[in-house]
């Protein structure tokens, strides 16, 4: 099992670790706060001793570092490990965003909105995708993305804590906890402000939205 450092805090940029195994081009620490992907949210991208990491998996809570090349240090040697935070950070926004409109969306269109997809992030693009098996009304919709933008504007803590099951809950004040493995920011405010649109229709009468982060430069 590798010891999960962005559990304990989601805003670790750096870290030294000791390397564990090497498998061709997958390294495998003793500790990382690398996320891997799953759930719907991309894997860290990074740096491992001058290595680039272009990707993170989990494999039986084995963290599993790919690199770029095959990596220049070896077996039971210390690293230093940093993760592309500019871009984690985006993703933290991005991935707690989803989560806002995930409630508001049932908020604004009944209880039985409910997404057939989970979140669906897209690094590449910037964003963050839902799909749902109705039409949903744009004035509606643009209802959604100001209370998604006053419950941003509000402040509102985050947290995200351990149940008795060993379980992640991500609660936030007047919404129903929800379990979740991601990184979430710590207050609503860090997301800045969201845009939410219809993008291209699925097909089979659904719909998709797509969540962008309004300004996504110069903060970390
Ligand atoms: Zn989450």
Redesign the pocket.
Known sequence: MTILLYRIDPYMKSFNAKVMKIENNIITLDKTCFFPQGGGQVGDTGEISGNKVINTLSSDEVIQHILENAPNFSIKEEILGQIDWERRYRIMKL??AA?LVYYTMQEVFGENCKPASSGLLDDKKDRTDYIFNEPLDKQKLLLVEEKVNNLILDGLPISHLKNNEGRFI?KIQNFEAME?G?T?VKNTKEIGKVNIKRGSKPGKGRERIEITLSQQKNQS
Request: hydrophobic fraction near 15%; proline fraction near 0%.
């Open positions: 991935h707690s989560h991500w979740c991601g979430h």
